[in-house]
């Protein structure tokens, strides 16, 4: 059962404009989301966290907003760059017992390609 | 500024076979953790480490053995290589508290 779930395989986007990356989860334990980038032949990257405390978070270009009602979150890039054709990953975890040891539930990944 | 280190980058191996992963961290971080990537499934956890002489199952141990002696290191074996492990496999370690992780470049492994 695929607990986080990133239903877009692909996106295709004209640089310049906005991406919008989406992703939905089903444990409701989950308190922690991440968004990592990836390159061909690389690990994934760390791009931009946000806690169940929060809405929305913010860094530079990036934006992850979070709707906890509709288990939703999503990754929005501003203005897109072609530097940022990547494949992205939203990951999310749940503490344990009181001491969060860090599991990450990943997604399938979305291929985003930024067109120049 | 290494970060975290798989060796090796790439492994061809036949049925039966056994083979050890390798990955180091020079960040001094607690916890480490292997995944696989397989397409269309993202990354799946293996197996992950609290600390040095501390190990845990994740959602698909099967196959797979680890250990940790030291902080910096965290082996994972093969024991009989099948098919179906083929793979890029992911290394991460991260400090404490709900700091991300931070991955290897992986090693992607054929089974023949």
């Known amino acids: 059962d695929q607990q986080v779930k990133q239903n877009s395989p692909s996106l295709s986007v004209q640089e310049g404009r906005i991406s919008i990356l989406n992703c939905d989860y089903t444990?409701?334990?989950?308190?922690?989301f991440l968004w990592y980038k990836k390159y061909p032949a690389e690990g994934p990257t760390f791009l931009i966290s946000?806690?169940?405390?929060?809405d929305k978070n913010e860094d530079g270009r990036f934006t992850v907003f979070l709707n906890k009602s509709a288990k939703h979150l999503s990754l929005h890039i501003v203005p897109s760059q072609p530097g940022d054709s990547a494949v992205y990953f939203c990951?999310?975890?749940?503490?344990?017992?009181?001491?969060?040891?860090?599991?990450?539930?990943f997604g399938q990944g979305t291929i985003l390609t930024v067109h120049p | 500024n290494a970060g975290v280190t798989q060796t090796p980058k790439f492994q061809v191996l036949k049925t039966g076979q056994s083979m050890t992963l390798q990955c180091a961290q020079d960040m001094n971080h607690e916890y480490m953790s292997w995944y696989r990537q397989d397409p269309g499934m993202g990354l799946r956890l293996i197996h992950y480490?609290?600390?040095?002489?501390?190990?845990d199952q994740g959602e698909v141990p099967n196959g797979y053995n680890v250990s940790r002696s030291t902080t910096e290191d965290f082996p994972l074996r093969l024991l009989s290589a099948a098919p179906s492990q083929t793979s890029v496999y992911f290394c991460a370690s991260r400090g404490s508290g709900n700091q991300p992780q931070h991955f290897g470049d992986g090693t992607r492994l054929s089974i023949l």
């Open positions: 480490s609290v600390g040095a002489g501390i190990t």
């Open positions: 990951a999310a975890s749940a503490r344990a017992g009181g001491t969060s040891y860090g599991k990450l539930t």
């Open positions: 946000i806690s169940s405390i929060k």
């Open positions: 444990n409701s334990m989950f308190d922690y």
